[in-house]
Structures are given as C-alpha cells and as structure tokens.
C-alpha cells in the first residue's frame, strides 16, 4: 500500500469581535447548557486544569448574575462575556484538531449562542463562529450542511465588509476546500482562485496570507496531479514567506514540506530530500521535537526512504513518529492512524506480514471510532488491508 504524507494546509478564520451585550444575552448565558463536567483531558489541551477551568466559569456566572440583579443593562461585564466567546471558540478549535469534535460542538454552540443574542443575523462578528462551526460539521461528514453555513458566512462578508480583505478570502479558502473533498473541482478551484485575488487585492502581493492562499491552490493542483501547475505556486508561497517571515518561520517549513511532498509524487526523489530535512529542521527548532508537526514531517522523509527502497531508514523514523504521536496526540488520533498504517505497509512490503496485519487492524479501529465507518480515511485503510490479505493469498 501507498504511504499517506501529511500536507499542511492553513486555514484563516476571523477570531469574535468584542460587542455590546444584553440583557437578553446574558439570561441565554445564564440557562445555557453549559457542561462543566467535561473530562480533564480536554480542557489541558488548553493548557489549564479542569479544577481551574471550572472555578473561572463559576466566578464568571456569579458575576453576570450579580450584574443582572443590579440591572447594570447598559454595558454590564463586556470583557467577561467577551472573554467567554473567544475562550470557547478557542478550546473548540483544538478539540477539532485533537478530533474530539463532539465536546468540540459544546463549546462552540454555546459561543454562537452568546454572538446570537448580542448581534443581527448579518453581523460580520458572526463569521468567525460560523466557519468554526461549518469546519467542525465538515470534519464529521456533515458536508451539506457545512456548506450551507460556509455559504452564509460569505454572504454576510460581502453584504457587510465587501468581496475585498482577509474576512472574505477566508470564508471562500475554506468552502473551496469543503468542494473540493465533494469533488467538485472547477467549483473549488474557482473559490481558490478567487481567495488569492481577494487577499492580494486588500493586502499586496507580499504577505504571508497570500502566500497561503497560493499554497492551497497549490495543494488542490497537486492532489489533482497538476503538479505542474502546482510547482510555481509552491514555489512563489516559498519565496514570500522568506521575504516576510524569514526562514526559520513555521510556515516557511510548512511549504519547503509541501513542495517535497510534490517531489516525492513526481519521482523526483533527490530534489525531495533536502527539502524535508530542512523542513524538519525547522519544525524541531520553532516548535520542538514532542510537536505532532514535526511528527508529520518525520513521516513524509520516512515515506520518501519507503519509496526510494532505504527500508531500514524509514523503520527507523516511523516508529519515532509513533512514540512522538503516542504521547502527544494520543492513540485514538486519526493521525497515530496514519502513522500505523504507514508502518503496515512498509512491513507488508518487506514481507514482515506477521507484524503489519495488527497495525493495519488497530489503525481500522481508530478510523471507525475517530471518524466512522464510512469516511473515505477509514475506507482507504480498509481497501490497503483487503489488498494486504489478497497478497497473503497462496
């Protein structure tokens, strides 16, 4: 089976803007079904204990409540019931990321709830929830209507801001991604391509945001396998975040990695191999080696060594990938998955079928629980273990 490389694509949404509350908002606060019981390990992604987390949302409640008693109804607690919106957004934002999307919806409705009952429908405040929102229904296969409220995050951009600036770039980026995982291609292509103009439109040629949205439009000609659209486009990104951010910058590594990623699919495997090693560099030195993208990075060079036959090199750094992940991200990730999936095929290939079957198993079963059975990650698994069965076969 083929290996799975980690592309990293960047998606912008706008954070909650601060704004007047009501009466109306804090009683919604106030009977919302807010869970304070959520188990401690979520709530540590954010890097604060649940004992912790608990007392500030109970200080917070008795304060809105006391705020109410003293009918305080012009501008009562702005910075609390801001600080609530944007801390729910956040925590909601990596649970996504860790897949604990059903604590993840939690604390998201219950920060569109509060945005609700402060502001109009057409509120551009409102844009940075929605595509949180719609991101969330996307990573659980609820793409009909993940794009609905991508569509409406985009409306209420161009009714408000116009179909210039980083708020509209961001809700087309993110619905272009949404099609193209439906497979509607000239769909997404044209939003990418649209993305790019709006954000060099408002910010210039030269910016960091540019060079992301040319690296998603990027990534799509790649997955395509337009990888000759794709290359001068990589390249472009490359040269603007060096520009810009300089070359130890996070997201410079992310584009060195994805141009490897695109040398390694083209066959140009020498061209490939510096640039993941001085991808991986930088991830170990701007975030650190427990960082799951540096993690991701270590596997894309191993999957590469898979390709080019340096079977022992590629052993080596997938199994360090698994530990990093195993403690960083936990067992039940869709990318310790990937991870053991890798593993499994580089085993199946040398013929170790002994030591690949249960990998294959253990990432079929974290797919399924993670994502469902029917998601196309979990599919893809299962048809490189029926394949893996059929070779078996005398």
Do not use: C, W
Not at 274 to 282: G, K, M
Not at 307 to 316: N, P
Not at 318 to 340: F, R, S, W
Request: glycine content about 4%.
């Amino acid at each position: 089976s083929k290996p799975v490389s980690i592309n990293e694509k960047p998606r912008t949404d706008s954070p909650p803007s601060e704004v007047p509350p009501s009466i109306k908002m804090l009683e919604n606060l106030l009977h919302s079904e807010i869970d304070l019981n959520v188990p401690a390990e979520d709530v540590e992604i954010v890097g604060i204990s649940i004992e912790d987390y608990r007392k500030s949302l109970e200080e917070a409640e008795n304060n809105l409540r006391q705020k109410l008693k003293q009918k305080q109804s012009s501008s009562p607690s702005i910075d609390l019931l801001t600080s609530f919106e944007l801390e729910f957004t956040t925590i909601a934002v990596r649970l996504i990321e860790s897949s604990n999307y059903e604590h993840a919806e939690l604390f998201l409705t219950s920060a569109i709830k509060i945005n609700d009952a402060t502001v109009s429908d057409d509120d551009p405040t409102k844009v940075g929830s929605l595509n949180n929102y719609a991101a969330l229904l996307q990573k659980i296969g609820a793409t009909k209507k993940a794009k609905e409220i991508f569509e409406t995050a985009i409306k209420i951009t161009e009714k408000t801001i116009g179909n210039e600036g980083p708020e509209y770039a961001s809700a087309l980026n993110n619905l272009a991604f949404l099609l193209e995982e439906q497979g509607r291609v000239e769909e997404s292509e044209e939003l990418f391509l649209k993305a790019i103009k709006s954000s060099q439109s408002s910010l210039g040629n030269l910016h960091p945001e540019v060079a992301s949205r040319l690296a998603n439009l990027a990534g799509f000609y790649a997955t395509a396998g337009r990888y000759y659209e794709s290359e001068p486009l990589y390249k472009q990104a490359i040269e603007i975040n060096r520009a810009t951010l300089g070359e130890l910058h996070p997201n410079f590594g992310t584009n060195l990695n994805d141009l490897a990623n695109l040398y390694s699919n083209m066959g140009r495997f020498v061209e490939a191999v510096p640039l993941y090693n001085q991808a991986i560099e930088i991830a170990k030195i701007a975030l650190g080696e427990a960082h799951p993208v540096y993690a991701a990075r270590l596997n894309n060079l191993a999957n590469l060594y898979y390709s080019m036959g340096r079977f022992a090199e590629a052993e080596s750094l997938y199994k360090q990938v698994i530990e990093i992940d195993k403690a960083n991200i936990g067992e039940a990730h869709p990318d310790y998955a990937i991870d053991l999936n890798n593993l499994a095929g580089l085993y199946e290939n040398m013929g170790r079928f002994e030591e690949a079957e249960p990998l294959y198993l253990q990432a079929i079963e974290i797919f399924e629980s993670a994502l469902g059975a029917e998601h196309p990650s979990t599919n893809s698994v299962k048809a490189n273990y029926e394949a893996f069965l059929a070779a078996r076969e005398p």
